[in-house]
Nanobody, 113 residues
Framework: QVQLVESGGGVVQPGGTLRLSCVVS????????MRWYRQPPGKERELVAA????????GYGDSVADRFTVSRDDITNTVYLQMSSLKPEDSATYYC??????WGQGTQVTVSS
């Protein structure tokens, strides 16, 4: 059974950091492209970051490219999103997804003073 379980969200002040985790079961993260999306309330979904298992290619959305880092751990089958210099506009529900079309339940990030 395929499961993607995100965690690590919370409330943080502007300029702070958070690390999101996406624990995957049912397939190996190293075999596919994993992506992080976010969706603020009332707004469209936005691609944040992607990491390709087979070739290691990494990409970021323009708004986070110099602040977020995506990585994965093939031993624990987990994908991470390290977020730094957080801004209020980063507030959203963050989802991890697989190339196969699987989605997690999301984890809420709120950046507020």
């Amino acid at each position: 059974q395929v499961q993607l379980v995100e965690s690590g969200g919370g409330v943080v002040q502007p300029g702070g950091t958070l690390r999101l985790s996406c624990v995957v079961s049912g397939f190996t993260v190293g075999s596919t492209i994993m992506r992080w999306y976010r969706q603020p309330p009332g707004k469209e979904r936005e691609l944040v970051a992607a990491i390709s298992g087979p070739d290691g290619i990494i990409g970021y959305g323009d708004s986070v490219a110099d602040r977020f880092t995506v990585s994965r751990d093939d031993i624990t089958n987990t994908v991470y999103l390290q977020m730094s210099s957080l801004k209020p506009e980063d507030s959203a529900t963050y989802y991890c997804t697989s190339q196969f079309g699987h989605w997690g339940q999301g984890t809420q990030v709120t950046v507020s003073s």
